[in-house]
């Protein structure tokens, strides 16, 4: 059998277009594509590209389904341990997970895992597959969940699964979280994410948007007063950074998820059909390096800027975003402004930004996560002139259900300290996970701690039936 | 869902809502706020708690209309229900007996301080309450703020209605009248507050003003409601609303706020020619 060293190239729309539209750019594969690129997997016994994902699909055995044409089989396999396949296969940072480890990295490129599970869970969704599984019988007990990104929604859907009474609370009017105010249309429609949410309805999730936890309720309030038997807290990392320098809050400066909730929550792209305003001028620079900051600036594209600069302290190599993102940001025009770290915002007599004031820096030693540390170049300063300013360099734990809820443990960051394995807290009965006790982190990991949580919860609960009996 | 149950008119441009909330009402403090959307593609627009009820479910809103947005949440009546209705968002006024409490209100500002002035009452302070608006037909609350207040002056820009003059006045004449004054609580236009602020700051008289920067969710999560408060940024939906009114810069707060001016202005054109010839972007 020769194989082909390379991917099969993902259908895109064309870069010019694509950069003034908000429609998806990858376009998933065919089914002719798909077989291809299933058929370059080897399926390995020793399968080491199963250690790089986190929540351990059988990645051999879903991509022989798809060989084989046995989509349901595929579907099926995959959906054993992960229940956001159309998600992770589009989000998933696969060049550092599963496909790192892909035995045809050695020769040539790996096999497409994310495309192919992309493939396989657009194709169960064209055929009018619901995301619902038939829930058991219910056990009587009721779970609150709070916050409806990847955490909390696969924590609600294992649950119910598992026959219990689940309510997530959320504190905006859409359900879905990062996946929804956060990531792009044109990297993951929002249809997708909904399918999913209309799934979880479907099984008997209760949602209920626009309640916020630490204001509505507390998490004692629905423990002690709503009957909850026990509580999962999925709230993320949504707290925005910023830089501390001078000038931060000249008009035009914007925090990435301010711009990106505007754009994608608020639907911004639509103004004046929609109330709600979005400032985006004809030069825009980005401050950071990761998948936030890729996605503010080809939004700050798609929303007609003409000249958009990713400012970023480290090199090329250095960058965290995913792969494809940066390639995408690339042909889409993005100009990459690397070695350069912000100063100071200038602004005029109005209180407008006016320009980015930069130093260059330089590669020194690696500093304690490993990366080479970079060093100021004294003298090297110099203003890029800009009209929008977004800072994306980090979000933190938003601290409002920390603060109200009594005996919660956190760490020096405000994160919430749970139990890796389990999701438990230092609160009897109530368990966290993503982002809002890793950091900001991704969408698999949040949904792989989610799912652990649910397990942990029904075996709690289901001794407390036991104790009760 | 979220039920108008009451609507009036307390004067051009001004209007309440009793809203059926009985979560909110439950939890409502004075100083607290709620973010509402009316429809589909409408913006998210935060208002104070005026009042809440307890026993009846129902929370009451006084908003101004100013701008698209306003305007068509006035044209909305008994029994029609908002889309969006999240709260009470923001921390409550810190209320204890403080000994005299100045509670100072300008124009729609009067309807958030009025909780916090019957707080205040209730709590055994004197209440001193300084109300004031452009004129006699916009001055909104008077019975209100009479019936929670030990004293109540009234000032209005053409002395329609009590003295001429601006809320400032009866502030600075009880001061130089050696008034003791533990507390002042300022609520209304930026420059008002800016200017009691001004006022109580020589004898260093605690004054604590509740700002209304722009803002998205009201969570904390898109710090675009940051206020600098003594060289530091705050969001103002969490941290806030209410600061300490000697530490805010309130230049910084008045640019944020224009900042969509131009863009506020396409938006009610839009809207009015769009609705005249059937609205496409709303569905009421
Ligand atoms: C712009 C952007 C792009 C990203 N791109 C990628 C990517 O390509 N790949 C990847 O793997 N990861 C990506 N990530 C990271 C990923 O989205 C997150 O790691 C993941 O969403 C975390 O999930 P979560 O469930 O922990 O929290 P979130 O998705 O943050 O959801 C938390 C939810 O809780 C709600 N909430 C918060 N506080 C309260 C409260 N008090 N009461 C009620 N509700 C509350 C919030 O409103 C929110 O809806 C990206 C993140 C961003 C911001
Ligand atoms: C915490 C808080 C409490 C408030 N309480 C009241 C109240 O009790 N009664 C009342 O009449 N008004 C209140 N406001 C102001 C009210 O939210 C604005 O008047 C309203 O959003 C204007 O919307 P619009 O579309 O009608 O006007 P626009 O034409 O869009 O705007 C007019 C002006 O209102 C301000 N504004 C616009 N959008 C927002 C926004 N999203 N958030 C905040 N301000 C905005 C800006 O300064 C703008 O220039 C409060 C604001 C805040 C932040
Ligand atoms: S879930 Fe993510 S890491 Fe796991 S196989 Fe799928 S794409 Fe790879
Ligand atoms: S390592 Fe690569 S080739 Fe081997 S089973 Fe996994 S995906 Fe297939
Ligand atoms: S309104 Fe978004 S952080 Fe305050």
Request: glycine letters at 12%; charged letters at 25%; proline letters at 5%.
């Amino acid at each position: 059998m020769s194989l082909s060293l390379k991917k099969n190239a993902m259908p895109e729309q064309d870069p010019k277009v694509r950069a003034r539209n908000f429609d998806e750019v990858a376009l998933g594969y065919e089914a002719e594509l798909a077989q291809a690129e299933a058929s370059r997997c080897l399926n390995c016994k020793a399968a080491p590209c199963r250690k790089g994902c986190p929540v351990d699909v059988d990645i051999p055995a879903f991509i022989k389904h798809i060989k084989e044409g046995d989509m349901e089989a595929a579907i099926a396999n995959i959906k054993e341990v992960n229940g956001l396949p159309a998600i992770c296969g589009r989000v998933c940072p696969q060049e550092d997970q599963c496909e790192k480890f892909c035995v045809l990295t050695k020769r040539g490129e790996a096999v497409g895992i994310g495309r192919l599970e992309r493939y396989a869970a657009d194709y169960a969704r064209q055929q009018g597959e619901s995301a619902a599984t038939a829930a058991a019988a219910a056990v009587g007990q009721k779970v609150a969940v709070i916050g409806s990104g990847p955490a909390g929604l696969s924590a609600a859907g294992e649950l119910a699964k598992k026959g219990y009474a689940v309510t997530i609370f959320e504190a905006l009017h859409l359900p879905g979280g990062v996946l929804m105010y956060g990531i792009p249309e044109f990297r993951l429609p929002k249809e997708i994410v909904q399918a999913e949410i209309d799934g979880l309805r479907q099984m008997g999730v209760t949602i209920e948007v626009n309640a916020v936890i630490g204001r509505t309720f507390t998490v004692d309030e629905l423990i002690e007063e709503e009957g909850f038997d026990a509580v999962f807290i999925g709230t993320g990392a949504g707290l925005p950074h910023f830089m501390h320098i001078p000038g931060e809050n000249f008009n035009g400066v914007y925090s990435a998820n301010e711009f990106l909730t505007r754009c994608n929550l608020m639907k911004a792209y639509r103004f004046p059909d929609t109330g709600t305003p979005i400032h985006v001028g004809k030069k825009v620079a980005v401050v950071g390096g990761g998948n936030v900051a890729m996605d503010a600036a080809r939004t700050a594209l798609r929303l007609g800027a003409e000249e958009v600069h990713i400012v970023y302290r480290r090199s090329e190599t250095e960058l965290p975003a995913r792969l494809e993102e940066i390639h995408h940001a690339k042909e889409e025009g993005i100009i990459f402004t690397l070695l350069t770290a912000p100063v100071e915002v200038q602004g005029n007599q109005e209180g407008w930004v006016t320009g980015l004031k930069c130093i260059r820096m330089e590669l020194g030693e690696p500093d304690a996560s490993g990366r080479r540390r970079p060093v100021e170049i004294p003298g090297s300063e110099f203003v890029l002139p800009t009209d929008t300013v977004i800072i994306a360099i980090g979000q933190g734990p938003n601290p409002l259900v920390q603060s109200t809820t009594k005996g919660l443990e956190t760490n020096k960051k405000g994160n919430i300290v749970a139990d890796p394995e389990t999701g438990a807290t230092s609160k009897p009965g109530v368990f966290a996970g993503g982002d809002i006790v890793t950091g900001a982190a991704t969408v698999i990991l949040a949904m792989g701690a989610g799912k652990k949580a649910a397990a942990a919860i029904d075996a709690y609960l289901s001794g407390k039936r036991a104790g009760q009996a | 869902m979220y039920k108008i149950l009451l609507k009036q008119e307390l004067a051009p441009n001004v209007k309440l809502f009793k809203m059926q909330a009985p979560l909110i009402a439950k939890k409502a403090q004075p100083g607290q706020f709620v973010i509402l959307r009316i429809d589909e593609d409408g913006e998210r627009v935060p208002l104070t708690i005026a009042d809440f009820d307890r026993e009846e479910g129902s929370i009451t809103l006084i908003f101004q209309e100013v701008g698209a947005s306003t305007k068509l949440l006035g044209t909305l009546n008994e029994g029609d229900s908002l889309l969006d209705l999240v709260g009470p968002l923001g921390k409550p006024t810190h209320i204890e007996n403080f000994g005299t409490v100045v509670c100072v209100g300008g124009g729609i500002g009067i309807a958030p301080v009025y909780p916090i002035a019957r707080g205040m009452k209730a709590a055994g302070n004197e209440v001193i309450s300084i109300i004031g608006a452009r004129n006699k037909e916009i001055l909104i609350y008077e019975e209100e703020m009479t019936a929670v207040s030990d004293t109540l002056h009234i000032a209005t820009d053409d002395g329609s209605k009590g003295i001429k003059g601006f809320v400032t006045d009866p502030l600075k004449q009880m001061i130089a009248e050696g008034k003791k004054i533990d507390l002042v609580v300022a609520i209304g236009p930026v420059i008002m507050m800016r200017n009691v602020a001004e006022v109580t700051r020589p004898y260093q008289i605690p004054t604590v003003v509740s700002l209304n920067p722009i803002m998205v969710d009201g969570t904390g999560m898109c710090g675009g409601c940051r206020v600098s408060v003594g060289e530091e940024n705050k969001f103002a939906c969490v941290d806030g609303p209410e600061f300490d009114a000697h530490k805010v810069d309130f230049a910084g707060l008045v640019a944020r706020q224009r900042m969509y001016i131009p863009k506020e202005k396409q938006y009610a054109e839009h809207c009015a020619s769009t609705r005249e010839g059937g609205c496409k972007c709303h569905s009421h």
